[in-house]
């Protein structure tokens, strides 16, 4: 059974850092990833990682977020710095495994005041 426990998140002011963490049990998970919805918005890639470390970024976070991964905790983290009210949204962790399953996180709030 495949279970995604995020951590992190909360409020900050703008420019401030926040980190995420989500750790995954169940499987052995390809890429790991995180998304945001925003109210109103469609949810969408923030990040992702493959357990080889090939990294993807929205351009819209490039530069001020670093995703990484331990694969030997099936972890997966999320460092946002530089942080602008824009990126206020839910982020939910996102994992995938080889055979093509895609499993979720509960979600976790990031507000960022300005």
């Known amino acids: 059974q495949v279970q995604l426990v995020e951590s992190g998140g909360g409020l900050v002011q703008a420019g401030g850092s926040l980190g995420l963490s989500c750790a995954a049990s169940g499987s052995i998970f390809n890429v790991m990833g995180w998304y945001r919805q925003a109210p109103g918005k469609q949810r969408e890639l923030v990040a992702a990682?493959?357990?080889?470390?090939?990294?993807n970024y929205a351009d819209s976070v490039k530069g001020r977020f670093t995703i990484s991964r331990d694969n030997a905790k099936n972890t997966v983290y999320l460092q946002m710095n530089s942080l602008k009210p824009e990126d206020t949204a839910v982020y939910y962790c996102?994992?995938?495994?080889?055979?093509?399953?895609?499993?979720w996180g509960q979600g976790t709030q990031v507000t960022v005041s300005s």
């Open positions: 990682i493959t357990r080889g470390g090939s990294t």
């Open positions: 996102n994992c995938k495994i080889p055979l093509g399953g895609t499993y």
